[in-house]
């Protein structure tokens, strides 16, 4: 069975532009959530989405948005990139129904804001 | 105070020593708890999960929780080289609006020499 996927896989962009992170999450999963983990800390809870909707969202700024799609795929968008945006964007998707789900998460998009 | 702590290392521990990896957190709602494996760049990978307190063995791995000093440990026997890697503790309330929302240690970096 696939995975969580993510694409791209790496990405370079200047500061002030806009960037767009997908994830496809395992088949028959419908939560997605998006973790930001910067070199040597651990993954920081950006957003979760279950059935298009927004369940959560973290301590990061209105330029982080995302969206749930009808095959639960998401988007993650992030808007006038500062230097500390580079980080390793990573999506991880669980079941979302029944209470606590573990989550499994993808490869990561390696972004770089020079 | 951060909500999760975890001693980043690194850890060098020769093949065949029980290596010892341990979390420390501060919320009292935590009532998940994980640990994740996450090799270089790439995304972590569920290694154990465990409700409330107790033990939980999977092959070489065991995961404890003490809920009453707010400790977890996963204790990892005959090493191998192969668990070189960086362990993530991860633990969730699993209620309501943070759900799904999971706090991560910033990582233990463990290499295992032959």
């Known amino acids: 069975d696939a995975g969580v996927t993510q694409s791209p896989t790496h990405l370079i962009k200047t500061r002030g532009q806009h960037v767009t992170l997908r994830c496809s999450p395992i088949s028959g999963h419908k939560s997605v959530s998006w973790y930001q983990q910067v070199l040597g800390q651990g993954p920081q809870f950006i957003f979760q989405y279950y059935e298009k909707e927004e369940r959560g969202r973290g301590n990061f700024p209105d330029r982080f948005s995302a969206r749930q799609f009808p095959n639960y795929s998401s988007e993650l968008n992030v808007n006038a990139l500062l230097l500390g945006d580079s980080a390793l964007y990573l999506c991880?998707?669980?079941?979302?129904?029944?209470?606590?789900?573990?989550?499994?998460f993808g490869p990561g998009t390696r972004l770089l804001v020079l | 105070q951060k909500e999760v702590e975890q001693d980043p290392g690194p850890l060098s521990v020769p093949e065949g020593a029980i290596v010892s990896l341990n979390c420390t957190y501060s919320n009292s709602a935590f009532q998940y708890f994980m640990w994740y494996r996450q090799y270089s760049r790439k995304g972590p990978e569920l290694l154990m999960y465990t409700y409330s307190s107790g033990n939980k063995e999977d092959g070489r791995f065991t995961a404890q929780v003490d809920k009453s000093s707010k400790y977890i440990s996963l204790f990892i026997r005959d090493s191998q080289p192969s668990d070189s890697a960086t362990y993530l503790c991860a633990m969730s309330d699993g209620r309501g609006s943070t759900l799904g929302r999971l706090y991560f240690g910033r990582g233990t970096q463990l290499t295992v020499w032959p």
């Open positions: 991880a998707s669980s079941l979302g129904t029944g209470g606590f789900q573990t989550q499994y």
